[in-house]
């Protein structure tokens, strides 16, 4: 069965880069028509795409976070990352890393359970 | 962004009740809108994608359906465990934005 997990620092001080790991078990990174991605969700809030990376490392991002959304892959420890810089305080939400089905913005078919990351001094 | 506009924001209803949830596009999208269900302090699950189609181990008493840049979600008999905040989410066009989601509560 496929799980995914999030890990990464849940305190991130202004103007700093976020960083975040997911990784993937019970299925391989590595699959055709599947790309791996990111959505967030400030509190009380809508989702919102962030990003996604194909595990041959094409990348497409949300035009609106496109300046400052990088995703690597590692197929070899089957895990992605996100990293977003100069943090603010709009930046906290819980970020989910997803399975998106078809193309990067897709549907998305599965989930982690998600990560708080608080934007603060 | 394509717009995506959602209702009702939130919903009374009770067990066995037929409930109905809308999301109207600012323009055509062909049929790629999804639903999601998202209970509290846990991540969305899809329910229907492509519009009409339902995701596998989904229970279906839930559908989806299209008339032009109107969505429906239904849900035909509404059981308890049925009460969260449900989204939709436009797929036609980068970013993929989401409706701003109904909370269906009990009555």
């Known amino acids: 069965q496929l799980q995914l997990q999030e890990s990464g620092p849940g305190l991130v001080k202004p103007s700093d880069t976020l960083s975040l790991t997911c990784s993937v078990s019970?299925?391989?990174?590595?699959?055709?028509?599947?790309?791996w991605g990111w959505v967030r969700q400030p509190p009380g809030r809508t989702l919102e795409w962030i990003g996604s990376?194909?595990?041959?490392?094409?990348?497409d991002y949300s035009p609106s976070l496109q300046s400052r959304v990088t995703t690597f892959v590692d197929t070899s420890k089957n895990r992605f990352s996100l990293k977003l810089s100069s943090v603010t305080a709009a930046d906290t939400a819980v970020y989910y890393c997803v399975r998106s089905r078809g193309y990067s913005y897709g549907y998305f078919d599965s989930w982690g359970q998600g990560t708080l990351v608080t934007v603060s001094s | 962004d394509i717009q995506v506009t959602q209702s009702p924001s939130s919903l009374s209803a009770s067990v066995g009740d037929r409930v109905t949830i809308t999301c109207r596009t600012g323009?055509?999208?062909?049929?790629?809108l999804n639903w999601y269900q998202q209970k509290p302090g846990k991540a969305p699950k899809v329910l229907i994608y492509?519009?009409?189609n339902l995701e596998s181990g989904v229970p279906s008493r839930f559908s989806g359906s299209r008339s032009g840049t109107d969505f429906t979600l239904t849900i035909s008999s509404l059981q308890a465990e049925d009460f969260a905040t449900y989204y939709c989410?436009?797929?036609?066009?980068?970013?993929?934005?989401f409706g701003q989601g109904t909370r269906l509560e009990n009555k």
């Open positions: 990376i194909y595990y041959s490392g094409s990348t």
């Open positions: 989410q436009q797929t036609y066009r980068t970013p993929g934005t």
């Open positions: 492509g519009a009409a």
């Open positions: 019970g299925a391989s990174i590595s699959i055709n028509n599947y790309y």
């Open positions: 323009q055509s999208i062909s049929t790629y």
